[in-house]
């Protein structure tokens, strides 16, 4: 089976990229800036949570509580594992998605990798508008988030072939720096 490694070779051959994968803390943005990146691409918008919220019929919340992390993951990965096939598709993928690197081969196959970052006072801010954060149920502050973030920043930064931070920006405007990095990628590829 293929790794990450292979996968990425396999594209610097020259295998053109169908899908923009967006990956990054909770928080950043990709679930409304995806919607915008799609619209923008003519391209389908998918989320991967609320993929595996279909598929379960409970919220995230609630299936955390009920069955836990592990559950979850493994939800997660039927998704991905039903998304790797597609293409034209803008992916917002839940912030622990890259945890598994299987995950990653699986969507790095026909897609580029998005990190959107943000401060994490930016972060704060917009978490604690709702309740939809399971890995925050015991506190929405500074150190549960700094913890969360540390655990998986290697992640990011080891899968992220570009990068947004949409800290300052509006959503359409991080929505039109990933498209200006899509269609840089694609010309690239025709040269």
């Known amino acids: ?9 396999k594209r610097k051959a020259g295998v053109i990229m ?10 950043t943005g990709k679930t409304a800036i995806g919607r915008i990146v799609a619209r923008m691409l003519n391209y389908h918008f998918v989320d991967t949570d609320q993929m595996v919220e279909e598929a379960t019929n409970l919220t995230i919340n609630q299936l955390f509580r009920k069955h836990g992390e592990i559950r979850f993951r493994s939800e997660e990965a039927l998704v991905v594992k039903k998304l790797a096939g597609r293409e034209r598709l803008v992916i917002a993928t839940g912030g622990g998605l890259v945890l598994n690197p299987e995950n990653v081969k699986l969507l790095k196959q026909k897609g580029i990798f998005v990190l959107l970052t943000a401060d994490p006072k930016v972060v704060l801010e ?15 502050n500074m150190e549960t988030i700094m913890s969360l973030f540390k655990d998986r920043s290697r992640f990011y930064a080891e899968y992220a072939e570009f990068t947004v931070d949409t800290s300052h920006i509006s959503l359409e405007e991080s929505a039109e720096k990933i498209v200006q990095i899509v269609k840089e990628q694609k010309e690239q590829a025709n040269n």
Do not use: C, H
């Open 126 to 140: 917009r978490v604690s508008r709702k309740n939809t954060r399971p890995l925050l149920a015991k506190g929405k």
């Open 1 to 9: 089976m293929e790794g990450v490694d292979e996968v990425l070779e």
């Open 18 to 27: 169908q899908n923009i994968v967006l990956i990054g803390f909770m928080g």
